[in-house]
């Protein structure tokens, strides 16, 4: 889905086209936009096994953590998708992230890598 925009995604999901509807189950989905309230799309109708989040603590003028880029909590912890797994390449700037990871099933792939973004 790479950095699809809302209007995008909602465009897609309708198949405004007739041309090309999603299926009804993915193997793996690429969250938008780092995962970012912003950009925010539900999945759960379309099944997914496997969410991949790629983001990392993002500094707003290199000086103080942007709020509006962390990962968006409807993403994880009481809003996660039964049956799916989460990878996220790190931590830091998730909403959901409180004492460890609060996703049920889910894995940091590379928390010592992704700290600023």
């Known amino acids: 889905t790479g950095d699809a925009q809302p209007e995008h995604m909602k465009m897609i999901a309708e198949n405004y086209d007739g041309k090309l509807p999603l299926y009804e189950h993915y193997w793996c989905i ?15 109708r379309y099944e997914p096994e496997n ?3 790629s983001n990392g603590i993002h500094f707003a003028n290199s000086k103080k953590e942007s709020k509006e880029l962390r990962t968006s909590p409807l993403y994880g912890g009481l809003f996660y998708i039964p049956d799916t797994h989460m990878y996220c390449s ?20 590379s928390p010592a890598y992704y700290k600023d973004i």
């Open 90 to 109: 790190n931590c830091d700037c998730c909403d959901s992230y409180e004492n460890g990871c609060s996703c049920k099933e889910a894995d940091v792939i």
């Open 30 to 44: 690429k969250v938008p936009h780092h995962g970012t309230q912003g950009h925010y799309f539900d999945f759960s």
């Open 51 to 53: 969410m991949l989040i």
